[in-house]
């Protein structure tokens, strides 16, 4: 682990850690805000039921980006700033939830468990894309 002993240093990692929480929070903020102004606007013109797919993903898609901000904020509040043994467990539980979270979504976005990307794939004929979560 690294303690941080320099003043600026120092100073430079807490900013850091503000700055991913809040690009964090902020995702998911805007995130819900416009998946919930491009469902408004899809229900109005045409099928409800389509546009909720769509309001789903899209807010499943945000939060999962803004999880991944939260988490590095952590990592870095948890690893460099005060590295003691109960900041690291909390740390690891927080991965879990985010793992256990980003899988969910990710099934409910896609329809589908992440490791069967490759085998769908090939099925259809295409090549295997990068994993959306």
């Known amino acids: ?20 929480e809040l690009a964090g929070t902020l995702t998911i ?10 469902f408004a606007l899809r229900a109005r013109s045409g ?12 807010l499943g898609r945000s939060i999962v980006l803004g999880l ?11 690893l460099v700033i005060n590295p003691t043994l109960d900041d690291l467990i909390v740390l690891a539980g927080l991965v879990f939830v ?6 969910s979504l990710g099934v409910e976005i896609n329809g589908h468990w992440p490791w069967e990307d490759t085998r769908m794939a090939r099925a259809t004929g295409r090549e295997p894309s990068s994993p959306r979560v």
């Open 47 to 58: 099928d409800r039921a389509k546009a909720y797919g769509a309001f789903r993903s899209a």
């Open 98 to 103: 985010r793992t256990f979270l980003s899988i």
């Open 1 to 20: 682990m690294i303690t941080i002993e320099s003043g600026w240093l120092s100073a430079f990692f807490r900013l850091a850690v503000i700055i991913l």
């Open 68 to 78: 991944e901000f939260l988490v590095a904020g952590d990592i870095v509040k948890s």
């Open 29 to 38: 903020l805007s995130g819900a805000a416009l998946a919930t102004i491009l």
